[in-house]
């Protein structure tokens, strides 16, 4: 080849770049002029606020810390509550401690897992990383007012847990360096499986991922759908939900009836199929009415507190359209005598646009 030959493949090559560079840079211009007054970027001290993550390795875990006995106070004020003072309640969640001998710390395989003598399984039974411990405490714990204990106070409250696991002396002292040592004592550590079913423990495990390095498949389609056996196990996710918002649980009582087609873009979603007169935004709006105008201070989701609950009142008549002209009614003047001797007041101040939107939102609840 040429030395011009070259040259004029360099330079085609480089024009190749700075067009691609500067279409990018374009695209970049139009993003910046289309959103140009959404949001900041964050500073260095929100980031950091947020990226609190202790990694298995213990990348993350800040400095700091705590004794079994600091521990021990910490914990009777703040968590015994719920956890029982020796981590052993079994009232608000399962125990945290328990099931796990001087052997299995020896060994790094909790026994009672494996001959299932022990009745339930306890958080040290399961946990193979030490720095998950303190990663949830810290972010999480205590279960009504997280991200309220300090560095310090997340490692006396471990080193206390950690005594009661028999892993340190009452007069320890936890800090980011012996931490790291003590993972080689935790009962569980080389306990740690990935090759069972997330319902079914004894079944096969339901996502595998295997990166892709080359010729991969462009088109990647997501799925999601409760497999029938799993459906209902916790009871209906409907009413256990919260009722406003846009994240409403699926009634897992019924099964799925509606696939959305799969043109519907990547993700195929498998839910319920309700048949209703309004369109998906009315309904929900029909759970902001319905809060907005006091009717939940007498109608509870599923239980009744003046009036009937919601759940009962959907029952009664889900399905018989024509009601809704009798119950707008109702509604709006007031009544008596189809629930209980106790008056529904008159709410005159609503429209019966509005009432419609609310009454068919408490007839089809989702
Ligand atoms: C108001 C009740 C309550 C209080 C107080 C409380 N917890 Fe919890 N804790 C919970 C609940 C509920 C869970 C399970 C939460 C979940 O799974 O979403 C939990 C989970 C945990 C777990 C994880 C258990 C596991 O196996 O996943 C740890 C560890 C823990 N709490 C420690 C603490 C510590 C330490 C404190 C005190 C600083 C504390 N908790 C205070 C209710 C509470
Ligand atoms: C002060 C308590 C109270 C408030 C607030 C209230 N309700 Fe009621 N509601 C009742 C009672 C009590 C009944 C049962 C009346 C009956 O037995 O006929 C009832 C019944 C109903 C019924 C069923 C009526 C029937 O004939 O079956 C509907 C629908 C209803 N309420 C909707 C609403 C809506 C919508 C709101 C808010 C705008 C609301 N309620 C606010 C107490 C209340």
Redesign the pocket.
Known sequence: MSRRCKHQKITIFSIGIYLIFSSWVLAQDQLHTRYSNIGRQATQAEVAAWDIDVRPDFKGLPKGSGSVAQGQD??EA??A???GVFGESNE???P?IGGTTLEDIKRGRVNALIDRKHPQR??FM??ATLST?FD??YR?????APRT?SVD?TYS??AY?LHLTEMVPAEFVLNEVNMMQLQNKMPNRDGMTTDHGLWQVSGKPDVRAVACMKNCIKEVKIESSLPDYARNSHHNLAQQNRIFGPYLGVDTTRPPLLELPNNSGLIKVVAKEVPRTLPTDDVRQGGTLFKKNNCAACHGMNHKVLGPSVVEISKKYQGKTEALATLTKKVKNGGAGVWGAVPMPANPQLADSDIKIILEWMINPQ
């Open positions: 910490i914990w703040k968590c509550s719920c956890h608000v969640f399962t945290i306890t958080t399961k946990l411990a949830y405490i999480a714990m205590p279960w009504n204990l106070e409250t471990l847990l």
